[in-house]
Structures are given as C-alpha cells and as structure tokens.
C-alpha cells in the first residue's frame, strides 16, 4: 500500500544540539497520527521538519512516495502541499470567515472557492457565521475555522501543532473528537502535536511516544497503555505502580500479590529480578475477596475514586473504583487481580514500589 508519510532515521539538530534522532514510522492515507511526549522532546521539531521548515541531519522524508527532505536538500514548505494549524490558530484579523477559510484556495474558480467554503462550513455547522470576522467568534468557533481553513486545499497531510492548548481540558478532549470526525469524512491524513493523553487518546488511530528526542513506541492508544516498549512509555501514559518481582519461568513472575501469568521478554531469565506494571484497572474492587487491603489516600475523578491501598509490606498499588463506593481512609476493601497484558521489565537500582506518570498527582 503506498504511504502518505514515511520518516527513515530522521535525525535534526541545531547548533550542533541533536533535537531529535533515528525516527521511523508511516501513516497510511486517511490514517491520524499522533506525536506525543513531554514538553521539550523533540516532536515539534519532527512536525516542522515533515512540513519543510528545518533540514534533515540525517535520514529522508517521503510524502506519497516522493522524497521531500535528505540532508542538504529540502523541498520548499509551499510544493509539500501541507496544512498546518497552529497553537494560536493564526486567522487573518482583517479578512472574514469566508475569506480566510478561501485564503488557500487562490488557484481554483470563484465558483470552486464558494462550494469548497460553503461545504466546510457545514460540515462545522458554522454556516452562520460566513460573513463574520475571527474577533467576533468563540475560541471553539476559531478553532473549528483554523482547522476548516487548514483542510480547504486538501492538503497531503495535515499538521496541527497544540491547537487545543489553550482550551480546558473538557473542550480540548471535545475538540479532539470532533476534529477526528472531521478529518476522518474528508480523508485527511494528519498528524497532532501534543502533551496531552487523553487528546491522543480521542484523535489518533495510531500514537508516537516521545522522550529526549527518541521514538519509543508508534502504535495505536491500546497498545501503548496495555503493552508499552520500554519504561519510558509505562512511566509516561496513564498511571501505575512498578511491583517487584521475580522470574519464575518464560511465562511466570512472582510477586507479593502472587504469581502473574503472561509472556515474558525475551531476556528474562529465572531468577531475574523485575518489575510489573501494574495499572489500576488491574486491581478489581470485590467485597468478596479474601485480600483486604487499607485505603490510604483517595482522589475523586468524578464517576470514579482513584485509591491508593497499602500492601504488607508497606508499598502501595493503585484501583480505580466507581465513585458511589465512596471509601473512608482507614478503611479495609476487598481487591482481586484481573491482568490481561502482562508488562514486565528489568528490575531498576531501586526495587520498592512507586507510583508512575507523577504528574497525575494522589491525595489524600
């Protein structure tokens, strides 16, 4: 099948700083991609090699199988026939809605322009709002026409750089959903810039994560949360404890909580020290459990309560529980294991339990 976008062992540096390195993956027509990591790691500067603004230390760009970057040569951002939308959606003050969403269609008939325009904005439900001017509209509605200004040329891919962050996290994961629908009736081929995981989550078909201008892992949102590559990825998506374990056997760890049954990495021998990632949809409240564990520190998500329990041995896993069973600190609950997907890693220097992805904080 012939791809819209492949990067081979793209490598981009300044002033002799190397930003980001050895990146390879692909996007099929149609498909939504996702880059996604930590402030500072490198994927915006991925997204603006890919539209042509910095050069290739090394590796090569393809856009449907014509090569557009290799070092010492760019093809100009104009003749890559990309979108881009922006952090701060970039609208043409002066010009209307209209115009603004026409700006890039220069090359067609007024006709051409007109049902281009008028088939976007209903595909937005903006109709209403042709003749207005961006000052005049919500930061949603300016959203929306970034966007729909971006997709009129019908671009070969689509690159949005943080276009929700300066929204609330509701409307952000709302805007995601809808921008996905979107793309997805035009058959649009993008990539989103992001830090946020529940914005990946909702967009993309298929999610890059990136830490100190490598990528760790390219696949869909299941995979990355259930069965991350390495410890960056597990640190890095949702939330978790690491539990110390040992090898049992190829498909055998066991633990405090007992003995966990999955496929193993290859190089876990018996014997081996390690890790299991241990998300809190693993841990099943059950009143009829014989495993009491000790809430000691809750956090309210709204439909559901985050628990933080005590193990015997004084390290700590997380359950996420539905919000009426509305447990007191102190309080013993029943708990059961449900793993489907074993994650398993080399034990660290520091084998005690700890929370992962600190900056979803617990309280008490």
Same mark, same amino acid.
């Given at each position: 099948?012939e791809?819209?976008l492949?990067?081979?062992?793209v490598a981009?540096a300044?002033d002799g700083y190397t ?17 996604l990591?930590?402030s500072g ?5 991925l997204?603006?090699a890919i539209?042509?603004f ?7 760009i393809?856009l449907?199988?014509e090569?557009?970057?290799?070092p010492?040569?760019?093809l ?6 990309v ?5 701060d959606?970039a609208?043409f003050?002066?010009?209307s ?10 090359h067609q008939t007024?006709?051409q322009?007109?049902?281009r ?24 509605q300016?959203?929306r026409?970034?966007l ?6 019908r ?13 609330d996290?509701?409307l952000?994961?709302?805007l995601?959903?809808?921008?996905r629908e979107?793309?997805?009736r035009?058959?649009i ?7 946020d995981?529940?914005e990946a989550?909702?967009l993309?078909?298929?999610?890059g994560v990136?830490g100190?201008g490598?990528? *760790?892992?390219?696949d869909? %949102?299941?995979? &990355?949360?259930? =069965?991350?590559?390495?410890r960056?990825? +597990?640190? #890095?998506?949702?939330h978790g404890?690491?539990?110390p374990?040992?090898?049992v056997?190829d498909?055998?760890?066991?633990t405090?909580m007992?003995?966990?049954?999955g496929?193993?990495p290859?190089?876990c ?6 890790e299991?990632?241990?998300?809190p949809?693993?841990?099943?409240h059950?009143d009829?459990?014989d ?7 809750k956090?309210?998500r709204?439909a559901?309560?985050?628990?933080t329990?005590?193990?015997p ?11 009426? *069973?509305?447990?007191?600190? %102190?309080?013993r &609950?029943g708990i =059961?294991l449900d793993?489907e997907d074993l +994650?398993? #890693?080399?034990a ?8 992962i ?8």
């Open positions: 099948m791809m819209q492949e990067t081979k062992e981009v300044y930003a980001i390195e050895g990146v390879s993956f692909s996007l099929r027509p149609g498909e939504i991609g996702c880059l990591g930590p790691c490198g994927k915006t500067s997204l603006r539209a042509g910095e050069p290739l230390l090394h590796g090569e393809r449907r199988n090569t557009v970057s290799v010492g040569k760019t100009a951002t104009e003749r890559r026939r979108g881009m939308v922006f952090q959606f609208l003050p002066h010009l809605v209209e115009k603004n969403i026409a700006f890039g269609l220069k007024e006709k322009r007109d049902e325009v008028n088939e976007l904005l209903r595909l937005v439900g903006l109709e209403h709002l042709k003749k207005s001017y961006p000052h005049e509209l919500s930061g949603g300016q959203q026409i970034a729909i200004r971006a997709m009129a040329p671009p070969n891919i689509l690159l949005m750089d943080e276009p929700f962050s300066s929204m996290a509701e952000r994961e709302q995601a959903r809808e921008v979107l793309l997805k035009d058959g081929t993008a990539i989103l810039v992001t830090h995981q529940l989550f909702a993309a078909d298929v999610i990136f100190n490598k990528l *760790h892992q390219w869909s %949102g299941y995979q &990355i949360y259930h =069965k991350p590559a390495n960056f990825v +597990a640190d #890095f998506i949702g404890v690491m539990l374990g040992e090898v056997n498909n055998q760890v066991e405090e007992g003995v966990f049954n496929a193993l290859e190089d021998d018996s014997g081996n020290k390690v299991v990632l241990l998300r949809d693993d841990v099943i059950d009829d459990s495993t009491k564990l000790e809430v000691t520190a956090a309210f709204g559901e309560y985050l628990y329990l005590a193990l041995s004084g390290r700590s896993i997380l359950c996420m529980v539905q919000s009426h *069973h509305n447990h007191n600190i %102190g309080e &609950i =059961k793993i +994650a398993v #890693f080399p660290s220097e520091n084998t005690s339990s700890k929370f992805n600190q900056n979803h904080e617990i309280s008490s």
